[in-house]
C-alpha cells in the first residue's frame, strides 16, 4: 500500500478571506479547522500534503468567466495564513481547473509513492470536481471530504458531490 497524500485546493486569500476577489463565502471559511485538522492528521501519518494553488498570469482567459483572481505573486494568491505551509509540503502552481493540468502533480505523487488521494478545499464544483476525476483517469483512488469542499453555489457542491460519486470518487 502506498502513501496517503492530501490536496489542499484553493485554500488562498482570494477565495477564502471576506476580502478576496472571489470569496466563496462562509462556507469556505468553516472549512478551515477540518482542512487544519486533516493535514495535520496526513502529515503525522507520514502522507504528503500537496497544496494547490490558482496562479494566474494578469491576462488569463479565465478571467473572463470568473473576474481577476489569484493574480501570481499577488496577496490573493497566497495560502490563507490559519494553513501553515511545513517543511515537506508541497506547493504547486495551476492555471486551469485540473490541478494536473500542466503541473508537476501526478510526477509529485508518482514519486512519493502515493496509492490514496484525498481532497478538500474550494470550490467543489470546480477545482475539485475537476481534479478528482483526472486522478479516477490516472489510477488513484481519490477521497472527496463531503466535511472539507465548500463551493459558491449550494445547488453546484451538491450536483459535484453526487456526480463524483457516480464516476467513482470515494465520499467520506
Known amino acids: 500500500m502506498g502513501k496517503v497524500a492530501l490536496i489542499v485546493t484553493d485554500m488562498l486569500n482570494d477565495f477564502i478571506d471576506p476580502e478576496g476577489a472571489?470569496?466563496?463565502?462562509?462556507?469556505?471559511?468553516?472549512?478551515?479547522?477540518?482542512?487544519?485538522?486533516?493535514?495535520?492528521?496526513?502529515?503525522?501519518?507520514?502522507?504528503?500534503?500537496?497544496?494547490?494553488?490558482?496562479?494566474?498570469?494578469?491576462?488569463?482567459?479565465?478571467?473572463?468567466?470568473?473576474?481577476?483572481?489569484?493574480?501570481?505573486?499577488?496577496?490573493?494568491?497566497?495560502?490563507i495564513p490559519e494553513l501553515p505551509f511545513l517543511s515537506g509540503d508541497y506547493r504547486e502552481n495551476k492555471t486551469r481547473y485540473s490541478a494536473l493540468f500542466n503541473t508537476e502533480l501526478e510526477n509529485i505523487l508518482k514519486r512519493e509513492g502515493v496509492s490514496q488521494v484525498e481532497l478538500v478545499g474550494v470550490c467543489t464544483s470546480i477545482c475539485v470536481m475537476f481534479t478528482a476525476i483526472d486522478l479516477l483517469d490516472r489510477g488513484f483512488h481519490c477521497r472527496v471530504y463531503q466535511e472539507g469542499v465548500a463551493d459558491f453555489d449550494p445547488e453546484a457542491h451538491v450536483f459535484a458531490l453526487k456526480h463524483m460519486e457516480k464516476l467513482g470518487v470515494e465520499l467520506a
Open 22 to 79: 472571489l470569496y466563496v463565502g462562509p462556507s469556505g471559511r468553516d472549512l478551515i479547522p477540518f482542512v487544519a485538522q486533516k493535514a495535520a492528521e496526513t502529515r503525522d501519518g507520514r502522507g504528503v500534503v500537496i497544496f494547490m494553488c490558482d496562479a494566474h498570469a494578469p491576462d488569463d482567459r479565465e478571467f473572463e468567466q470568473f473576474g481577476a483572481h489569484a493574480v501570481h505573486g499577488s496577496w490573493g494568491s497566497q495560502i
